[in-house]
C-alpha cells in the first residue's frame, strides 16, 4: 500500500497516465472515493495513457463505456446507480475478461461480481484544501503487486 498526494485535477490526470503504460489486458483497477473525489478525473488521464483521444465523459447514466482506439481497449464503469442491486445481468465476466483494461467507480456496489485480485485506488480529500487528494492504492494478489511496484519505480 502506498499514497500520493496531488494538489490539482490536472496531478490527478497525470498519475492516471501514468499508471497507463504499466497496464495489461484484464486489469481491473477499482476506483473509490466519494462524489467529485476525482474517479473520473483520474481516468481521463489513464485513458489518455492508453492513447485515447475520444473525451472521457461519466458514465453515470449508460454504466458502462468502451474506448477501442488505444493501446488496450478500456471499459469505464460508473455502478453507482446499481446500488439497489439490479447489477446481476450486465455480464461483468465478459469486461474483466475481455483482454482490456477496466475500472469501476464505486466498485463496492457490485462487490459480488468482482473479481478475486485488482487494484483498489481510494481517492479522499483533505480538509485544509479545496484541490487537495489523497490517492491511496492497494494491490489484492501478486498481479497488481507486481503493478505497483513497477509503478512506484515509473513516478520518482
Ligand atoms: P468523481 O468521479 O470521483 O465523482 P470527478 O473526477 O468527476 O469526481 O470530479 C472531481 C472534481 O474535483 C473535478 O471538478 C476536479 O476538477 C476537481 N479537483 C480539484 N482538485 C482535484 C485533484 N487534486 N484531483 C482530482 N480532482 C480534483
Ligand atoms: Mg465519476
Known sequence: MFTIKTNQADETEKIGDQLATSLKPNDVILLDGDLGAGKTTFTKGLAKG?????YVKSPTFTIIHEYREGRLPLFHMDVYRLEDGGGDDLGWDEYFYGDGVSVIEWSQFIEEYLPDEYLRITISRNDESDDQRILKFEAQGSRYATLL????????
Open 149 to 156: 511496484n513497477d509503478f512506484k519505480k515509473d513516478i520518482k
Open 50 to 54: 492508453l492513447g485515447i483521444k475520444r
